[in-house]
């Protein structure tokens, strides 16, 4: 599903170049369940906005569902951030002043689906994350993990087969950060490709690989030790 | 996990919305977008469109003004009597018809009066004017006055009739009598009324004269109050109260003529000049001793005046809806500065940035519209006063509304597509890194 081929991300700081990814060789089939680890600053957020469409590469392969994204206009890139993939930030980032149903709305306004539709998809995402009794609150009428569940409910409301989390728990303390990670895991068990960004060796665990990062490079993709997603969670 | 399985099941059913093509954004909605963004911070948006308002108002005010100076203009000369023509004594300044010199000296005759009458083939009639400015006494009240010293004429040429008595006629003329035919104004002044004033007696200039009529009301022009004259035939004003008979006969101050028609005014014009050069014995290089003057010549006059009135309050407009504008792309450049993060979402969620554009640049026409609308009330609403003021009944117009607002509609999109562009420029990334 995702093929990336020798991906460069150089940064240019005035007259220094500052690589940040220096040839990263990935492949993620449909359906996998990925974590990407490594120490701050080696490159994990840059290769998920890349990844996430959010950002080109300097140079290098991204091929999104055997789609060449390095050839598409920014306009197509829009549309398939629209609804090919959902992006889940840290720091959730909801508009504030639309309540939660308006959030969840708001890609399928850029779609083009009728407000019927719209309210209809985002009333049923919002029930499955478990949010049905706050649709008409605003991110500031909700704590931390709600938050975070309506932005992966935002993110699934186009049904994108690509769900990409930058540290969705980074913000949570640990109890909100399971049942996020819960519900990611969920997602992934119906048929989502997740690919999360985490520090904690705890919610990468819950993956069934995890990728190291250092320093721009990808050190090791473990796919070895065993998950047991069930008994934690009992 | 007991949240999730109630859930489960849905979530592993087919997909009711499959990926479609994307449409083009609903207009309606971003107008929505825009108004609630504006709501959100009121008063900053009032401020805003300050310049706007002021400037709609004033360009309204000012159509009104205009119109109605110039409806008020044409009455006026409407008044004077229709296919009105004046000759007037006096060096024409060149190019100019309002020259200093006119009326100044006195070149004219009642002769001359009498020969475009007679001559002229497109004039019906003509009235000479000899005038003075006088005391006129009725017992212990008394008032200073235009005494007119004209023929019986007068009555057509100005489209001006008695009200009460009667206008003197040729035979008063010819028996040089002391009868005196008084508008309202200075029947008003001396104590008297329209139905009792015929029959009594005045004094102008100790000279005694019998009240033989009074004229109706005509109201004031910006040349003269009508009603505020005293009218006397021109033989009496020439032997009793001004006195100057030349050469050629009794001067005059000028002579009124009526052409025969609108369209012979231009006629009339000509042949008064040639006829005038000719008495007068004009060759060049004199120029000529007199002025003839037609009501497009006086519109055009007074016209300047409240030409340069509208000039000077459209060029306020203008400047207001300038600095109204800037007003407007200043707001519009801190609104995208302030929600930078907010366009990081929108695009990192799927917006284009046409999308991005097209909603900054919905939001300052809505601004600048709104500031339009209520600039429209406010100069309707001053208008009205005005009107109420003056006396006009001058509607107003249509169309300068509709001017108003596609003049809004251009600086919200002239003042508006800079910042929206700005907006639109953001990368996904250093929109969404702001903070
Ligand atoms: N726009 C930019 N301009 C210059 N340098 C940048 C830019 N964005 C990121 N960097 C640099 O790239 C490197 C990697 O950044 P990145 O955000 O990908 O790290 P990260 O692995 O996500 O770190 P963290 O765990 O702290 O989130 C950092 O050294 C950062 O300073
Ligand atoms: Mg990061």
Same mark, same amino acid.
């Given at each position: ?132 009794? /706050?649709? +008409?609150? @605003?991110?500031? *009428? &909700?704590?931390? =993990?709600?938050? #975070? ?55 990468? /665990?819950? +993956?069934? @690989?995890?990728? *190291? &990062?250092?320093? =721009?490079?990808? #050190? ?15 | ?435």
């Amino acid at each position: 599903m995702i093929q990336l081929k020798e991906i460069v991300k150089t940064y240019r700081l005035g007259e220094v170049s500052v690589p940040v990814l220096r040839g990263i060789d990935l492949i993620i089939d449909r359906g996998e369940y990925t974590a990407i680890m490594g120490a701050s600053g080696s490159g994990k957020s840059t290769l998920m906005n890349i990844i996430g469409c959010l950002e080109r590469p300097t140079s290098g392969g991204y091929w999104l569902n055997g789609q060449d994204i390095t050839q598409l206009s920014d306009d197509e890139l829009a549309d398939i951030r629209n609804y090919q993939i959902g992006f889940v930030f840290q720091q959730f980032n909801l508009l504030p002043r639309l309540n939660a149903l308006e959030n969840v709305m708001l890609p399928m306004v850029y779609a083009g689906y009728s407000k019927i539709e719209r309210q209809q998809r985002a009333e049923e995402v919002l029930v499955q994350v478990g949010l049905s009794d /706050r649709m +008409t609150n @605003r991110p500031s *009428q &909700l704590s931390g =993990g709600q938050q #975070q569940r309506v932005a992966i409910a935002r993110a699934l409301v186009n049904h994108p087969e690509l769900l990409l989390a930058d540290e969705p728990t980074g913000a949570l303390d640990t109890k909100t950060s399971h049942e996020v990670m819960d519900l990611i895991t969920t997602l992934n068990q119906q048929g989502i490709t997740a690919l999360i960004v985490t520090h904690e060796l705890d919610i990468a /665990r819950q +993956t069934r @690989r995890i990728i *190291q &990062l250092q320093d =721009g490079l990808i #050190q090791q993709s473990d796919t070895s030790f065993n998950h047991d997603l069930g008994t934690r969670t009992k | 996990m007991k949240l999730f399985n109630q859930t489960s099941k849905r979530l592993s059913t087919q997909p009711l919305y499959t990926n479609r093509r994307r449409r083009k954004l609903n207009m309606g909605e971003t107008i929505g977008l825009a108004w609630s963004s504006l709501l959100a911070n009121k008063l900053r948006s009032i401020l805003t469109m300050l310049g706007i308002i002021i400037g709609i108002a004033a360009v309204i005010a000012m159509v009104t003004i205009g119109r109605g100076a110039q409806a008020q203009t044409e009455r006026q000369l409407k008044s004077l009597g229709s296919n009105l023509l004046f000759v007037q004594s006096g060096v024409a300044l060149t190019g100019s018809p309002a020259s200093q010199g006119a009326g100044s000296a006195t070149t004219l005759t009642w002769e001359d009066a009498q020969a475009i009458a007679s001559t002229c083939t497109s004039v019906s009639a003509t009235a000479p004017v000899l005038n003075v400015r006088a005391q006129v006494v009725r017992s212990e009240l008394n008032t200073n006055t235009f005494i007119v010293g004209t023929t019986p004429e007068f009555v057509q040429v100005r489209d001006f009739l008695p009200l009460t008595g009667r206008f003197f006629n040729q035979a008063d003329v010819e028996q040089v009598a002391r009868v005196a035919v008084l508008g309202q104004t200075v029947v008003g002044n001396l104590g008297l009324t329209a139905d009792n004033a015929v029959g009594q007696t005045i004094r102008i200039q100790g000279e005694e004269f019998f009240i033989i009529g009074t004229m109706e009301y005509k109201g004031s022009s910006q040349f003269r109050d009508q009603d505020d004259q005293v009218m006397i035939p021109i033989t009496t004003i020439a032997s009793r109260i001004v006195g100057v008979n030349s050469l050629q006969g009794i001067s005059v101050n000028n002579i009124s003529v009526s052409a025969k028609s609108p369209e012979e005014m231009d006629a009339a014009q000509f042949q008064i000049t040639n006829l005038l050069r000719l008495r007068h014995q004009i060759v060049p290089p004199r120029s000529d001793d007199f002025i003839v003057r037609n009501q497009a010549d006086l519109v055009s006059a007074s016209n300047a005046v409240s030409r340069i009135f509208t000039a000077l309050l459209g060029g306020s407009a203008a400047i207001s809806l300038v600095v109204g504008g800037i007003g407007i792309m200043n707001i519009m450049f801190v609104s995208v500065s302030e929600r930078t993060r907010e366009i990081g979402i929108r695009r990192a969620i799927g917006a284009r940035s046409s999308d991005i554009l097209w909603q900054f640049l919905i939001e300052s026409i809505v601004l600048s519209l709104s500031g339009g609308v209520l600039g429209i009330i406010l100069g309707v609403t001053t208008s009205s006063l005005i009107n109420l003021a003056l006396g006009w009944q001058i509607g107003v117009a249509l169309d300068s509304i509709l001017i108003s607002l596609s003049v809004c509609l251009g600086i919200g999109i002239f003042f508006g597509a800079y910042p929206a562009r700005k907006a639109a420029r953001l990368t996904p990334i250093a929109a969404l890194r702001s903070d």
